[in-house]
């Protein structure tokens, strides 16, 4: 699709934003003042329960406000509000996050010019201003699990050889290309969205983003990192910590399961559960993950009812890899 299709550059028309909110009134209704008013917008509130819908239909009552009666989970939701889009771009962005000058229009700029990837990640920043870290990921991979299994990737966090899982010695202020984004700041062509079938709605929240990086690359649309798109973010604002681990590891290992060969997996799984085991010996709040790994070692289960606005997925999208 050309630039003249899309209007000038700056034509922030061509991108719909997508907010899953989650208890999160306060917060997502900053996210939202700090967004161009020409930029369409779809929020779907996860049953929120604490006022959060309410508080966006009274201040922005001309959003696409979605109420759903249920927690969907931050994929399935975000499969929900893409499929009401109808710019030739969405962009994802948490409701814990404030952006920093015009991170829409960064991330739009980047894309006119460099259509090829199709996927395109910010930059999450503490309250500081620097990186957290969490924009971007690497591949899951048996030897990022044998470092987490084996402190590696604690004791040398920087280390891009024994952290890769945070892609550790990027320079964040320059970007370029990744192997993963994360779903907190992130444009996506709507075309490539549908074409990879969105994400996968096995994905309650967490590894969905890696998921659907690992399917792009498949075919040939690798993600990047765009450095001029900032966004503040508070990390983990609708979870406890615990919580949020024990979240993350379902998330991890739904993927294993979903993507690796039946050897490799079962030896990813070990991995990982060697990993929060001895953590659980020495670290704060590893006991309690450790105690509940009965809910994290199963994954996240199958939907129980069909996926709100389905797109057929591919067989890339499908296809696992091989050990």
């Given at each position: 699709?050309s ?6 550059p700056a034509?922030?028309s061509?991108?719909t934003?997508l ?5 999160t009134?306060?917060?997502i ?14 929020v ?6 604490d ?8 201040a922005y009552?001309?959003?696409?406000l ?7 989970g931050?994929?399935r ?6 499929a009401r889009?109808?710019t030739p771009y969405?962009m994802l962005l ?7 000058g ?6 739009l700029?980047?894309?006119l010019a460099?259509p ?10 503490r ?6 870290g ?10 990022g699990?044998?470092?987490f ?23 964040r202020?320059?970007g370029?290309p990744?192997?993963?984004?994360s779903?907190?700041v992130v444009?996506?062509e709507r ?7 969105g994400?996968?709605?096995?994905f309650f929240?967490?590894s ?5 990086s690992?399917?792009a690359a ?8 765009v ?5 503040l973010?508070?990390?983990?604002a ?16 739904t993927?294993?399961r979903?993507?690796?060969?039946p050897?490799r ?6 991995l990982?559960?060697?990993g929060v ?5 020495v670290?704060k ?18 939907p ?5 606005g389905?797109?057929?997925v591919t067989?890339?999208a499908s ?5």
């Amino acid at each position: 699709m050309s630039t003249t299709e899309l209007g000038t550059p700056a034509d922030r028309s061509a991108v719909t934003v997508l907010l899953i909110a989650y208890r999160t009134r306060d917060l997502i209704l900053t996210c939202l003042a700090g967004l161009p008013p020409e930029c369409p917008v779809i929020v779907v509130d996860n049953a929120s329960g604490d006022g959060t819908a309410d508080a966006v239909a009274a201040a922005y009552p001309k959003i696409d406000l979605v109420r759903s009666d249920e927690n969907l989970g931050f994929a399935r939701a975000v499969n929900l509000a893409a499929a009401r889009a109808r710019t030739p771009y969405v962009m994802l962005l948490n409701p814990d996050t404030e952006p920093v000058g015009d991170p829409v229009g960064a991330l739009l700029d980047h894309a006119l010019a460099h259509p090829e990837p199709g996927i395109y990640a910010g930059r999450t920043l503490r309250r500081d201003g620097s990186d957290d870290g969490r924009s971007v990921f690497g591949l899951p991979s048996l030897w990022g699990y044998l470092c987490f299994a084996t402190g590696l990737s604690s004791v040398f966090r920087r280390s891009r050889l024994f952290n890769p899982e945070e892609v550790a010695g990027l320079d964040r202020a320059v970007g370029g290309p990744v192997p993963a984004v994360s779903g907190c700041v992130v444009l996506i062509e709507r075309a490539l969205f549908e074409q990879l079938g969105g994400f996968h709605p096995r994905f309650f929240m967490y590894s969905e983003d890696v998921d659907l990086s690992y399917r792009a690359a498949q075919l040939g649309r690798g993600p990047v990192l765009v450095a001029g798109a900032r966004v503040l973010h508070e990390n983990g604002a609708s979870s406890s910590q615990t919580g949020k681990r024990v979240m993350v590891l379902r998330g991890k290992v739904t993927y294993v399961r979903l993507r690796w060969s039946p050897v490799r997996a079962r030896l990813g799984l070990a991995l990982i559960g060697l990993g929060v085991f001895l953590r659980s010996l020495v670290g704060k709040g590893w006991a309690e993950v450790w105690g509940r790994r009965g809910e994290w070692q199963a994954g996240w289960p199958e939907p129980t009812a069909p996926a709100p606005g389905p797109v057929p997925v591919t067989a890339p999208a499908s296809a696992p890899e091989s050990a």
